[in-house]
């Protein structure tokens, strides 16, 4: 496999920027990818910043994941596989396609190109992980049902039409706004911003595929402990186990 960074991030005063660079693949995300993607959102959850960007290089924002290399998407979507109590802001251009879909639908706001796109394909491959489901309570439940069923796009007008972008701008231009908006943000009262933001959240449901991720979030850290390691050697041996809480 190739090692080379699929995402990276950077802090730009109290904004976190957050960049797919796989443009060769269309910013496709591999198991590489997924896992690199998951840890950036846990840094800007981690850092001092207030908002994050999420953009890419390239011509397009995401075409979904590499179904050459399948990853368990879910671990890095926002509001499923990680907890974020601060907004993040989805920047697009051409294709948003797939799990890129997922992050939109996911995203607290979106600045999208006129010449973007947004499209669920997976009726037509064959293949789905279950998670834009989700989109049907985020915009008009036929016309999610029509993307999600036909696997044909939208596109930008489209989009903000039915309320899943905000703005829409000339190609080259959507970095640009996006960071405009991120900055109106940062100058907002931040603990309103982290209170409004939690109230959000526990607003809108979640579908089932949105809860099972969300529950394999919490059920992770401990399939992945020394304790689980601990008890299950201290079963096989009848011993009482000595669990350090990691």
Not at 221 to 244: I, R, Y
């Amino acid at each position: 496999m190739n090692q080379k960074t699929r995402v990276s991030y950077q802090e730009k005063d109290k904004v976190f920027i957050i960049t797919l660079n796989r443009p060769n693949q269309h910013n496709a995300l591999d198991q590489q990818g997924i896992h690199e993607l998951a840890n950036a959102f846990k840094e800007f959850e981690r850092s001092n910043t207030r908002v994050a960007i999420l953009e890419t290089s390239g011509k397009h924002f995401c075409s979904g994941i590499d179904l050459n290399d399948l990853p368990d998407a879910s671990i890095a979507l926002p509001g499923i596989g990680i907890n974020l109590t601060k907004p993040w802001i989805a920047c697009v251009s051409g294709a948003a396609a797939g799990f890129g879909l997922a992050l939109v639908t996911q995203s607290d706001l979106c600045i999208a190109s006129n010449d973007s796109f947004f499209i669920y394909p997976e009726a037509k491959v064959g293949f789905s992980g279950g998670l834009i489901s989700g989109l049907t309570l985020r915009i008009p439940t036929k016309i999610a049902n029509e993307m999600i069923y036909l696997g044909e796009a939208i596109k930008a007008d489209r989009a903000k039409e039915v309320g899943l972008i905000n703005q829409i701008v000339q190609p080259g231009e959507e970095k640009k706004k996006a960071m405009e908006l991120a900055e109106k943000i940062t100058q907002r009262a931040p603990l309103v911003i982290k209170a409004l933001k939690k109230l959000i959240t526990e607003t809108i449901p979640l579908s089932p595929a949105e809860q099972s991720g969300r529950t394999k979030r919490y059920l992770n850290p401990v399939e992945n402990s020394q304790d689980m390691v601990e008890g299950l050697k201290a079963f096989k041996d009848k011993k009482s186990p000595k669990f350090f809480g990691k």
